[in-house]
């Protein structure tokens, strides 16, 4: 099982608010990759810091990963899609120079096209033109003397090509269209956002089976175990998604999600990026989720093992040690609602009402009345502070 966790773009707490040092924060926190995010578009003046990520990057191992526009119409006319992969361009060029492992991109809305096999092919074939633009920067070894500055790009394999799915009804990108799409064209990854899923499954992931079931489905279909992922809490309506939230106040939870990968996701090889809007915060709390999920898993598998050496040492069957517990602890749980049925509607017994507590009993003396001199009126003040009649007993 490998799971690397790291923030959709600089962490917040980055001081410096740069690609590099987002990554030593990152590194110091103990994720293991990064997003970059170019939003609309890919900026010129950003290729600096992009250069200087993908040297360590190169150097250190560390994942690096790029997200392209997030507003595509590559289903929309020849003028639409043209200035859709213009945006798309920019980014593979950027993906070179930052040395990314996965470059993720955005199909848009319908527009035009309905649902179903027309919409598919026009993806498929526009994602294989941007798959061949990606090999003609990555492996080519005719060119590994322009591969100077950038050294990663003389290696076999070229970055990923990933197809997001969408969170509303009306972008392309359900679940089933990506893997159909991923499964026609080599070189492309299904990159599954797991808010956008929910949203549009009607709130659809909520217990470990589910997370099961959905990668089973992606095996099934594409094969491998690589999977990228994107994770974060949402709020949604009617099967859209709205916005992203952090994770502990959405209905979409990741402990089901971390319970999947310790118990049974020994065959992974997962990357899940936070797209939360407390990017690093919330990365470590999945992490801390997943160390919850893995602990409580050992525990159990100590208690398994300790049942077994202690049913060797009876005598008995494993199996029957374990049934012998069972039946135990159903008597025990119906002796305890048994009891819990019989006092109900019982009023408790009244406590015992606490006697008042005794006053001390009164000085003989009376007071010294009060002078009316002045220089006696501060000797009075002080005498009814100190007053034996006060009842401390009660304070304390």
């Known amino acids: 099982m490998s799971l690397k966790l790291g923030p959709a773009g600089v962490p917040l707490s980055c001081k410096g608010r740069t690609i590099v040092e987002g990554m030593d924060d990152i590194t110091t926190l ?54 859709t992969l213009a945006k798309m361009e920019a980014s593979i060029q950027a993906a070179k120079v930052i040395n990314a492992r996965h470059i993720v991109f955005h199909v848009g809305p319908y527009l035009e096209f309905s649902r179903g096999k027309e ?152 990357t899940v990026i936070s797209d939360s809007p407390l990017l690093e915060h919330d990365a470590m709390f999945m992490l801390q989720q997943y160390d919850r999920s893995r602990h409580r898993l050992l525990e159990k598998q100590a208690r398994d093992e300790r049942r077994i050496k202690l049913a060797l040492q009876q005598g008995l069957d494993p199996e029957e040690l374990a049934a012998r517990e069972a039946e135990e602890k159903k008597k025990r749980l119906a002796a305890e609602e ?25 000085k003989s003396k009376e007071k010294p009345a009060k002078s009316k001199a002045k220089g006696s009126k501060s000797k009075g003040k002080n005498d009814d502070m100190f007053d034996d009649n006060d009842d401390d007993d009660d304070i304390f």
């Open 119 to 270: 919409a598919n092919e026009q993806v498929a074939n526009i994602m294989a033109g941007v798959v061949e633009r990606v090999g003609e920067l990555w492996g080519d070894k005719s060119l590994e003397e322009q591969h100077i500055a950038f050294p990663w790009l003389n290696d076999d394999t070229p970055a990923l090509v990933g197809i997001e799915t969408s969170g509303r009804q009306e972008l392309w990108g359900t679940l089933e269209e990506v893997l159909e799409v991923s499964n026609h064209v080599e070189g492309t990854v299904p990159v599954l956002n797991m808010a956008h899923i929910h949203s549009r499954g009607h709130g659809r992931l909520r217990t470990s089976e589910d997370y099961g079931e959905l990668f089973d489905m992606v095996r099934d279909t594409l094969g491998g175990k690589k999977f990228y992922c994107h994770f974060s809490g949402v709020e949604h309506r009617m099967g859209n998604a709205l916005h992203y939230t952090q994770v502990k106040k959405s209905d979409l939870k990741f402990e089901p999600l971390a319970e999947f990968l310790a118990e049974d996701g020994d065959w992974l090889d997962v």
């Open 338 to 362: 048994a009891e819990g049925k019989g006092t109900k509607g019982k009023k408790p017994a009244k406590k015992p009402a606490k006697k008042p507590a005794e006053k001390p009993a009164e």
């Open 30 to 83: 103990g994720l293991e990759t990064m997003e970059i995010q170019t939003v609309r578009t890919v900026q010129p003046k950003h290729f600096d810091q992009y250069w200087q990520a993908g040297v360590l990057s190169h150097k250190t191992k560390f994942e690096m990963n790029l997200h392209g526009p997030y507003y595509a119409e590559l289903l929309g006319n020849r003028r639409e899609r043209s200035r």
